[in-house]
């Protein structure tokens, strides 16, 4: 774009209010085939046009520079305000995303009924008065999660005064007490969820991008080559709405940032993360089901029914030391016209939530570049389809959700405060095909961990916590992570163990300081997998470990064997 075309589509753009809309002005630029559009700085409020999910799409978008530093998108209907689809070398700068009505109300807990079943919260003045379900308990103190919370899934809520929400569930008064703060989020109320969408792409660079609110995740990378870049990025909760007194205590009502299913995971640096409503920042993946398997075709179906699944050239493995198919061709049918076996079909409309059967209803039918003995019932997974290779470098997290891995890349120079930890886990049922391997983690400190809502029947019970779960309440024995390495990292206080690691083939652990653990009881979280809570270190169904160089400092009275492995 010549600067001259820049400047009139910039001054141009400067005679909009904050009533009108940067959308036409964007889009006919880059249907010219502008290189750089610039938007001018203001605050648009923007509605969805016509009968569509998203207030801004971008499609098939190729090598466009938009810069947007000083604009605040606006949302006034809870949907997806940016989706990025099948686009490639896009970079987006300086935009922020917020919602008016916001995704999300909160209060003060003023009663809590004598049987223990509900609590009323009076809305903070500026907020919505609605009753949105999903809440968080916060300490009026720290304004951050409550220690001791436990899982409140199943909530209900309803409206029993102009400004009070009712909240029921059994047992919720046990958690929420009068003087306690509570945030009450919902996900989009039309179209599609989340903030930013990024879909079958690849090479997107997001820079100076802030969500401040998200009718679900704030950002979600899912499908396509991948590859992209998110610098300088913040998930954070935004200024007070108008008429109100209090701070925000929510971000993004879901997640924070996910990358899922993609083949190259991406660099994520120097962003900052805060009260997002669940997991701070994942990269996942799924493992395939095979279904049939005849005539020189195989016939597998993803856990994750909202992905596009394995594409041509790519692997396929049955494990992480196991056999190896590349991808020759591929079609996606429905379950119906795959043509399976009818006790295949039995079992697959049988299958409930974490059962191995329980598998997208569609289909993938492929051919691979050499014969397989794979079986309906067995599971691979694919190296190619799990964000491999991400960097997450010098980013600050404090936010009471997950750093989640699924993948291998490199994890350094992060400062993590969440309860929740750092997990390292493909969390899949029973048998399931899993590997992850070439993992870094180094240079990190991580702080107040371990205290999230006690998770007896989680194997995810340290600060940093890498596990596979098998049958019955048993860590596998079989590698499901190889060749992994944690060095110079700080773990800081919390409660429960600072490092679990099960199921590692090539495991170096060198250079760590443990400082202050296990000076408060910790939670019963991984008593299933029999993974005791009064160690500092456990380490156990491993090989190839390396331990050295390690330190524990100031250990607590509630430590009892320090080191297991």
């Known amino acids: ?212 609110s998200a009718p679900g995740m704030g950002i979600l990378e899912a499908d396509g080559e991948g590859g992209s870049s998110f610098t300088k990025c913040r998930i954070v909760p935004g200024p007070k709405p108008e008429g109100a007194t209090e701070e925000r205590l929510l971000s993004s009502s879901w997640d924070a940032f996910q990358s899922k299913t993609i083949r190259k995971g991406p660099l994520v640096e120097g962003c900052e993360i805060s009260h997002a409503g669940d997991d701070s920042w994942s990269v996942q993946s799924s493992d395939f089901l095979v279904v049939k398997n005849e005539g020189g075709t195989v016939v597998i179906a993803s856990r994750d029914e909202f992905t596009e699944g394995v594409q041509n050239g790519d692997r396929i493995r049955a494990g992480v030391n196991g056999p190896e198919w590349k991808i020759t061709s591929r079609t996606v049918v429905p379950r119906k016209d795959a043509g399976l076996a009818p006790e295949v079909l039995e079992k697959l409309t049988a299958a409930k939530t974490w059962d191995v059967w329980k598998v997208s209803p569609k289909c993938i039918v492929l051919t691979l570049d050499q014969p397989s003995d794979l079986k309906p019932g067995d599971s691979v997974y694919s190296p190619d389809r799990m964000g491999q290779g991400f960097v997450f470098r010098n980013n600050h997290l404090h936010s009471p959700g997950r750093l989640l891995l699924k993948a291998g890349g490199l994890v350094e120079g992060n400062t993590l405060d969440t309860p929740h930890a750092f997990i390292v886990c493909a969390e899949l049922p029973g048998s399931a095909a899993a590997g992850i391997e070439d993992l870094v983690i180094r240079k990190n400190v991580i702080r107040n961990a371990g205290w999230f809502c006690a998770a007896p029947w989680s194997s995810q019970a340290g600060a940093l916590s890498l596990t596979a779960t098998g049958e019955k309440d048993q860590l596998r024995s079989a590698p499901v992570f190889k060749n992994v390495v944690i060095e110079d990292n700080i773990i800081e206080g919390g409660q429960g163990p600072h490092l679990v690691v099960s199921s590692a083939e090539g495991l170096t652990v060198r250079n760590n300081r443990f400082v202050s653990p296990l000076t408060e009881a910790a939670p019963d979280t991984g008593a299933s997998y029999r993974i005791p809570k009064d160690s500092v270190v456990w380490i156990k169904e491993s090989s190839g470990v390396i331990y050295e160089g390690n330190r524990i400092e100031g250990q607590g009275t509630f430590v009892n064997e320090a080191v297991v492995k």
């Open 1 to 212: 774009m010549s600067r001259l075309a820049s400047l009139i589509l910039f001054f141009s753009a400067t005679l909009l209010s904050a009533q009108e809309d940067f959308r036409p002005l964007a889009n006919d630029a880059i249907k010219r085939g502008e290189k750089r559009v610039v938007i001018p700085p203001g605050t648009y409020r923007i509605a969805p046009k016509g009968g569509g999910g998203e207030l801004w799409v971008l499609s098939g978008v190729k090598d466009v520079e938009i810069i947007a530093d000083g604009v605040t998108m606006v949302g006034t209907k809870l949907m997806r305000a940016i989706s990025m689809h099948k686009c490639a070398g896009v970079t987006l700068q300086g935009l922020t995303v917020d919602y008016d009505p916001l995704p999300f109300t909160q209060g003060e807990v003023i009663a809590a009924a004598e049987d223990g079943n509900s609590i009323d919260v009076k809305i903070h003045a500026g907020y919505p008065k609605k009753p949105y379900a999903r809440i968080d308990v916060v300490d009026a103190k720290t304004r951050f999660r409550k220690k001791g919370m436990p899982f409140l899934w199943g909530t209900k809520a309803e409206m029993v005064g102009e400004d009070v929400v009712r909240v029921k569930l059994n047992g919720i008064a046990n958690a929420a007490k009068p003087g306690d703060l509570a945030s009450l989020s919902t996900g989009q109320e039309a179209g599609a969820p989340h903030a930013i969408s990024i879909d079958q792409s690849e090479r997107i660079n997001l820079r100076n991008v802030t969500v401040f």
